[in-house]
């Protein structure tokens, strides 16, 4: 099959939010930490009523719904996510009752989990599956969903929930391209859940900002090298660089760390340039020509630098794509797809057509991907993948705004009741979105039912 890729999109965010400038007075924290200093503007959570099952629930309903997709022309599914109910069974086994009317029980794929990077991972099997001998006509989904919540502190504003669905087959608008995946991984103790009987992660802040650009630096180079292999540059280019992204998205944590990314990768097109062409290619950088990567991860100056000179490139190919981080917060595996869909949804999104778009991937512990997406040239096939994203905007607007005191609140009932059995959700429905699953009920042995609103 020709032309792997994503074929349809569905996403969701919870129908409530915290505002950040609320949440910055209510934690006694300075005027503009949460808002400027990380780029965050509303924190979508989830109360009593919903959890990683019922958010998967939701988003594939919604995309089968929404794109009048056959439940029985699916033959792969694979969720990524890091919230998890149950150290056994798969939130793909539960998603299987949406199935059950259509007989389709021949369906291969389970979960996928490794911090925020398990969308990817399931993204590229899912990928895989389509190319491979195992392949048998029909169409792969990919689902990713997290609940992101932190304890008390300096992180919880860096929260969020969200969940998001893509169809994977041939002929694509979105085509993934072949042969130039760069992947980076390896053993760190950044983020990560130790305690089973917690929501919350065990987290490094500030080792965690440092594995993540040093992933990016990592994958950005290896990608680079093997695009200038694979695709075609101009006469007489020999290296891949920032330039013939059209588009670059992040796995967003908080915005301000993918403005920082942005002008990483600035950093690093700059390392590799020649010391010779650098007082022409760079005026007034030639004092930076001996910086190392490894130790710049907080450096101030060079940070500034390089945040100045890529600013224009920031507006023009990232901005975009973080109307969702921004206004949602971090999703953890959804997030670089809640990326895509901003980009998808935004202005810039008629110029896209044969376009390319990068994409890194980031998951603490850790595992780390940079790939590269082709826009289809076709103007209808990609209108008609957009055209089903263009309620995002105006039901980001109709979320409930809630006090950080109720937040709080909703937060401490998680914390009390997660793992509860039996229980009862005590949240009301009536706030849900239409066509929500919610939470029913958990019975003595730990089963869990579901309804819709
Ligand atoms: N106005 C404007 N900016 C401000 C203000 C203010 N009043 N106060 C602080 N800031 C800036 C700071 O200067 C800093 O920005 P800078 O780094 O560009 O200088 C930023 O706001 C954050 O302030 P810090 O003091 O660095 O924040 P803190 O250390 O309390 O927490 C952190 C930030 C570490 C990101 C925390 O929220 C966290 O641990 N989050 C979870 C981990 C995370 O998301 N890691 C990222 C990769 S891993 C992953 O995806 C989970």
Same mark, same amino acid.
């Given at each position: 099959?020709?032309?792997?890729?994503?074929?349809?999109?569905?996403?969701?965010?919870?129908?409530?939010?915290?505002?950040?400038?609320?949440?910055?007075?209510?934690?006694?924290?300075?005027?503009?930490?949460?808002?400027?200093?990380?780029?965050?503007?509303?924190?979508?959570?989830?109360?009593?009523?919903?959890?990683?099952?019922?958010?998967?629930?939701?988003?594939?309903?919604?995309?089968?719904?929404?794109?009048?997709?056959?439940?029985?022309?699916?033959?792969?599914?694979?969720?990524?996510?890091?919230?998890?109910?149950?150290?056994?069974?798969?939130?793909?086994?539960?998603?299987?009752?949406?199935?059950?009317?259509?007989?389709?029980?021949?369906?291969?794929?389970?979960?996928?989990?490794?911090?925020?990077?398990?969308?990817?991972?399931?993204?590229?099997?899912?990928?895989?599956?389509?190319?491979?001998?195992?392949?048998?006509?029909?169409?792969?989904?990919?689902?990713?969903?997290?609940?992101?919540?932190?304890?008390?502190?300096?992180?919880?504003?860096?929260?969020?929930?969200?969940?998001?669905?893509?169809?994977?087959?041939?002929?694509?608008?979105?085509?993934?391209?072949?042969?130039?995946r760069a992947s980076y991984m390896r053993?760190?103790?950044?983020?990560?859940?130790?305690?089973?009987?917690?929501?919350?992660?065990?987290?490094?802040?500030?080792?965690?900002?440092?594995?993540?650009?040093?992933?990016?630096?990592?994958?950005?180079?290896?990608?680079?090298?093997?695009?200038?292999?694979?695709?075609?540059?101009?006469?007489?280019?020999?290296?891949?660089?920032?330039?013939?992204?059209?588009?670059?998205?992040?796995?967003?944590p908080y915005c301000k760390l993918v403005?920082?990314?942005?002008?990483?990768?600035?950093?690093?097109?700059?390392?590799?340039?020649?010391? +010779?062409?650098?007082?022409?290619?760079? /005026?007034?950088? =030639? &004092?930076?020509?001996?910086?190392?990567? *490894? %130790?710049?991860?907080?450096?101030?100056?060079?940070?500034?630098?390089?945040?100045?000179?890529?600013?224009?490139?920031?507006?023009?190919?990232?901005?975009?794509?973080?109307?969702?981080?921004?206004?949602?917060?971090?999703?953890y595996t959804p997030s670089l797809y809640?990326?895509?869909?901003?980009?998808?949804?935004?202005?810039?999104?008629?110029?896209?057509?044969?376009?390319?778009?990068?994409?890194?991937?980031?998951?603490?512990?850790?595992?780390?991907?940079?790939?590269?997406?082709?826009?289809?040239?076709?103007?209808?096939?990609?209108?008609?993948?957009? +055209?089903?994203?263009?309620?995002?905007? /105006?039901?980001? =607007? &109709?979320?409930?705004?809630?006090?950080? *005191? %109720?937040?709080?609140?909703?937060?401490?009932?998680?914390?009390?009741?997660?793992?509860?059995?039996?229980?009862?959700?005590?949240?009301?429905?009536?706030?849900?979105?239409?066509?929500?699953?919610?939470?029913?009920?958990?019975?003595?042995?730990?089963?869990?039912?579901?309804?819709?609103?």
């Open positions: 099959p020709e032309n792997v890729g994503i074929r349809a999109i569905e996403l969701i965010f919870p129908s409530q939010y915290v505002d950040q400038t609320e949440l910055e007075k209510y934690d006694g924290v300075s005027e503009g930490k949460y808002t400027i200093g990380l780029g965050q503007a509303k924190m979508g959570f989830c109360g009593d009523r919903e959890d990683i099952n019922s958010l998967c629930l939701t988003v594939v309903s919604k995309l089968m719904e929404r794109n009048n997709i056959d439940y029985g022309s699916i033959g792969h599914l694979e969720v990524g996510t890091e919230t998890l109910l149950d150290k056994s069974k798969s939130v793909k086994s539960v998603l299987m009752q949406l199935f059950e009317k259509s007989g389709n029980t021949d369906i291969e794929g389970v979960d996928t989990i490794n911090a925020c990077y398990g969308g990817t991972a399931a993204l590229f099997n899912a990928v895989s599956w389509v190319e491979s001998s195992a392949w048998d006509g029909r169409f792969a989904l990919v689902v990713a969903g997290d609940i992101a919540v932190y304890a008390k502190g300096s992180a919880r504003p860096t929260g969020g929930a969200g969940a998001i669905a893509m169809l994977i087959g041939p002929d694509a608008p979105l085509v993934m391209e072949r042969g130039v053993h760190a103790y950044d983020f990560y859940k130790p305690d089973l009987s917690s929501q919350y992660p065990t987290v490094d802040g500030k080792l965690s900002i440092q594995c993540y650009l040093s992933a990016l630096d990592h994958c950005y180079q290896l990608y680079c090298s093997k695009a200038a292999k694979m695709l075609p540059l101009e006469n007489g280019v020999k290296r891949f660089q920032l330039n013939y992204f059209d588009a670059v998205l992040f796995h967003s403005q920082k990314s942005l002008a990483r990768l600035m950093l690093n097109d700059f390392i590799l340039t020649d010391k +010779k062409e650098i007082p022409t290619k760079y /005026p007034g950088f =030639e &004092k930076f020509s001996d910086v190392k990567l *490894e %130790e710049t991860y907080f450096d101030r100056d060079v940070e500034k630098a390089f945040m100045d000179l890529s600013k224009k490139v920031f507006e023009e190919k990232t901005k975009p794509s973080l109307l969702l981080a921004n206004q949602v917060g971090n999703m809640g990326g895509l869909v901003s980009l998808l949804i935004s202005k810039n999104s008629d110029m896209l057509t044969g376009k390319r778009v990068g994409l890194f991937s980031y998951g603490s512990g850790l595992a780390s991907s940079m790939y590269s997406i082709r826009v289809t040239n076709d103007v209808s096939a990609f209108e008609n993948l957009t +055209k089903n994203l263009s309620h995002i905007k /105006p039901l980001l =607007e &109709k979320r409930r705004c809630i006090s950080p *005191e %109720e937040f709080t609140k909703m937060m401490e009932l998680r914390e009390r009741t997660h793992h509860k059995a039996p229980y009862a959700p005590e949240g009301p429905i009536d706030g849900l979105f239409p066509g929500t699953w919610y939470l029913h009920e958990i019975d003595d042995m730990h089963r869990r039912t579901y309804k819709r609103v």
